[in-house]
Structure formats: C-alpha cells, structure tokens
C-alpha cells in the first residue's frame, strides 16, 4: 500500500500490504514525479494499458477502470429518482464524474481533488476517462475535500473516491468527515465511499461503517470484482437517512456501461457469509 | 500460467502471465519437487498460510480455498433433490471432496487424480483440507480423469478440477472428454468446471462453453471473486441436459460454509455486462 518500486525496464510492481504484490509488465513509463502531495507515475502496461499510481498504489488502469467507475456511481444513482446534485471528493482522474454524467437528471457535478497534478495527468495520460471534466456541468475545485464539505449543502449524492487511508487521504476516514457530509446532503442523500478489500481490509472496512453509523441511520456494504485493486474484490459503503432498498429502481435514464446492468446492482450487495459475519458482529 | 520462480529467502511468485505476476512473502518452504507429472511445491505465505503451486500456479491456499471449493461444490448440489453419486477430476487436495460430504444424501464421492504425489503432499501439509479422503464414503483413484470417465456411469454430478490448460490437465478442456462425461451421467446429472478469469482468458471460457454445447442442451456461466487465483474473479461453467435453475432449490442440508450462502449462489449467477457479451456473441 505504501511502498512504489519499478524497474523501468520492464515492471511497475505494487506492494499492496507487506507481504503481496501484484506486478505489470510494463513498456513505458509516461510520467513519474512528486507532486506536493504524493509520488505520481503513469506507465503503459502490457495488459491493462495505461496504469496511474500514487504514491505506488494503483488507482485506475485503462483495462479495469470501468468497473470501480460504474460501481460507485450508478449503484447510488439509480436508487434515486432524479439526482441533480452530485460531488465526487478525490477521484481526480474524472472517471466518476464522466459516469456521474451519464444521468441526464444530474444538474451539477463537483470533483473536489487536492492534487492538482492528478487531474492534470488523467487530462494528459486518460483522455477517455477525464473527458467528462470539460462538460458545461462539470466543476473542477482544487481544494482540499473536508474543507469544501464543511461549506457544501444540499447535494443529493456524494461519492468519497479516495485513495487508500495513508498520506493525504487520511481524513477523509474519520467520523467528524461523515458527520460533515451527513450536513451537506440534501433529505434522501446518499453518501457513497471506497473501502477497500474485504479479504484484506476487514478492520479498516469495520472501522468505516461504525464512522458511517454515528452520522447516518443506515450503512450497506456491496462488492465489485476489480483486477488491480488487492485481492481483486473491492468493497463500497453507502450511508442514508433512509434505508435504500439496494436494488435499482429508477431505470429511467438509459446508459452504456460495461460491468454495471440492473442485476448487477441488486447482486453487489448480496455478501459472502464471511463479509456478512464480520460486517455484523461486533468489536 | 507455467513460469515457476521463487526466491527462497523471501517471495513466491507466479507468472499468472508474461505479463502479470503476483508475490508472496513466504517464511518457509515445506515441499519443492518434480512429479512425474509436474513440479509440486508447497510453502509458508505470511497472508494466506500454505501455498501449493503446481507448475509454478497456485492451486490452494489455506486462507482462500474455501471460496472455491464451497463454489464449485455446493452450487451444483444445491440444485439437485439428493445428489447420490459425485466424482471430482482433478482436485487433488481433497477440498472438494470435503464440501461434497457435508450433504448428507451423497453416497459415494469418487476422487479422481493422475497425480498421487498431490494426494500425498495435500495429506501432509494441508489436513484441514484432504481430511475427508479418509471418509468411508470417499475413493481416491489415482488414475487419468479421461480413461476415468470413460468406464464412468450413473453420476449425478462430475466436478472437473483442473489445473489451467497446460501439461498434464490440457485433455480436461475438450470436447470429447464433455461428451464422456455427459454419457457418464444419471439423468438429470449436471458437469461443473473450473473455467478460469473472465478478465483474463475470455477466448478459452467460449471455447469450453462450446466444447460443452456440443455435449450438452444448457450451459452457464457463474462467477465467485478468489483473491490468489489471477484477476481475482474465477469462473465456473455448468452443463447439463436440462435447464438449472440458477438458485439454491434443496435446502434440506444445513451446512456449515464461509463464502457461500443461498443468496450467493443465485448472485453469482448475475453476470457483468462485458462477461454477459462475449458469452453470448458468437466467434
């Protein structure tokens, strides 16, 4: 999760924890330099194409990023009659907003990265992903996410897509964070956030969901399947006043997707006995 | 898939690919030799306890293979009134067998493995997992699946749990070997095969889907997410002469499982969207 080694010659390897790393052929690196707020590098990988890391984690490749990209934003969205506001904290790449922006009902969508060097790379290195950045409804801030919630009301969904909870992410874990966001929803918001891998993250995961609950009624986990991402299952917890019922239910905008269908939606929160028993039990 | 190289004082890393490995931070190698089938190597992991690696690809480890044992197990036999009659190719370690025997209709649960140095290093290394070979309702054969199945008759369910299609397994992926396996089932009877990552080797799930249309009138896909197996997701394709419906029909068995559950097993029926396509686009 920390640690970044590549030899330029032929691997960028992730050291996901300590003791596992995934490795990528690679045949180009496009981009390596220390921004203010983390080591960013964009190379080209054999398998899943161009391949943006910071701080040495893999955050979306060309191949795979359509999946962590659907699935925190259309499994929120449809649950929802007609979403107008909309803000993605991190996610400096833009995939989440060029989904985001899928949904013709969506009126507004705020991208609040810190970096400006992530958003600047994914313009350079990820046309296809940062596209969306440039529609008249999209807004770009640089600015730092728990700053920018504190001033921020009425949105009806807002999708925490942050890296990993080391270096400048780190408070966007904390319950005084949640606490923020529950302010800056509208009635029926929806918070959504990134949370790691249930195989490998179940106290972080825990950890997240007792935040999540000191601010909202009610909290759900559901899964997605992304190759790069550790163990290669990711989790997302969604946080409402309300209960959402977890399947979609507002199937009026017709989109493109690659992973996500309807099915899929009601599917990512059916859980393993494994996850549900560590999601319930306490301590 | 067949580069083996670890470091002994440190990593265990397989070549999922030319272009993709996954490491493991070992403390200790148990077991490294040639069968005459394969090199057969067993080691510490500091994440998922013992490894085996057969030909350098990981094959069990203690931390994840009740995921895809439950997967490949108790999903078929859910779906049958009282499956009597079992047979695994393959499979070596024992863990399917263990899941088979937790129904309590099944009589006989046949193993059939070429490799009895697998059988022998599982009984050694991995006793939570080979523990049911010693059940009086389990046979061990050490003998060729294809041979095997051809003298085969009156299953209710064959489980083909291979190795990927390389050295000694590559007989297990063809069409006549479907076609002996459909003749050596009971009516009704239903063929479960490993069939690899949908990320990773989409030409070969096609090619195993047709292989088993031409021996069979229904064919599925389901999928379950296996952290140390390459991409993380793993599928399975079912074959049978009449239609399964997808989900748990005979609960009669209350069985104890990790990942599994009934709402599980009709989840992981639900495809992704790009998996959806090229299952059902032709060429």
Redesign the interface.
């Known amino acids: 999760m920390v640690l970044a080694r590549h030899n330029p010659q032929s691997?960028f390897?992730e050291y996901q924890?300590?003791?596992?790393?995934?490795?990528?052929?690679i045949d180009e690196i496009l981009l390596h330099e220390k921004s203010p707020f983390q080591d960013v590098l964009v190379v080209r990988?054999?398998?899943y194409g161009r391949l943006l890391a910071l701080d040495g984690a893999v955050q979306t490749t060309q191949g795979?990023e359509?999946?962590y990209h659907e699935m925190i934003t259309h499994v929120p969205l449809f649950m929802m009659a007609a979403p107008k506001k909309v803000a993605v904290i991190g996610g400096g790449d833009g995939g989440s907003i060029r989904e985001i922006l899928k949904h013709a009902s969506v009126q507004e969508a705020h991208l609040v990265e810190i970096d400006g060097r992530v958003v600047s790379a994914a313009r350079q290195f990820f046309p296809e992903i940062s596209c969306a950045l440039d529609d008249p409804r999209a807004q770009v801030h640089l600015a730092d996410g728990i700053e920018w919630v504190r001033q921020a009301r009425d949105y009806d969904l807002i999708i925490v897509d942050s890296t990993d909870p080391v270096g400048p992410a780190t408070g966007l874990f904390s319950p005084d964070f949640y606490q923020s966001i529950a302010e800056a929803l509208a009635p029926g918001g929806i918070l959504v956030a990134q949370s790691e891998?249930p195989?490998?993250h179940q106290a972080l995961i825990k950890q997240m969901a007792n935040g999540m609950r000191t601010a909202f009624s009610h909290v759900r986990l559901y899964?997605a399947?992304?190759?790069t991402y550790p163990?290669?299952?990711w989790s997302f917890l969604m946080a409402s006043q309300h209960l959402p019922e977890p399947h979609a239910r507002y199937l009026t905008t017709k989109i493109a997707?690659?992973?996500?269908?309807p099915?899929?939606q009601?599917?990512a929160f059916?859980?393993?006995?494994?996850v549900?028993e560590f999601m319930t039990c306490d301590g």
Chains 1, 2 share one sequence.
């Open positions: 691997w390897t924890t300590d003791s596992l790393n995934l490795g990528f052929r990988t054999e398998t795979d359509f999946v891998s195989y490998l899964l399947a992304i190759p163990s290669g299952l997707t690659r992973y996500w269908t099915h899929i009601s599917a059916v859980l393993p006995r494994f549900e």
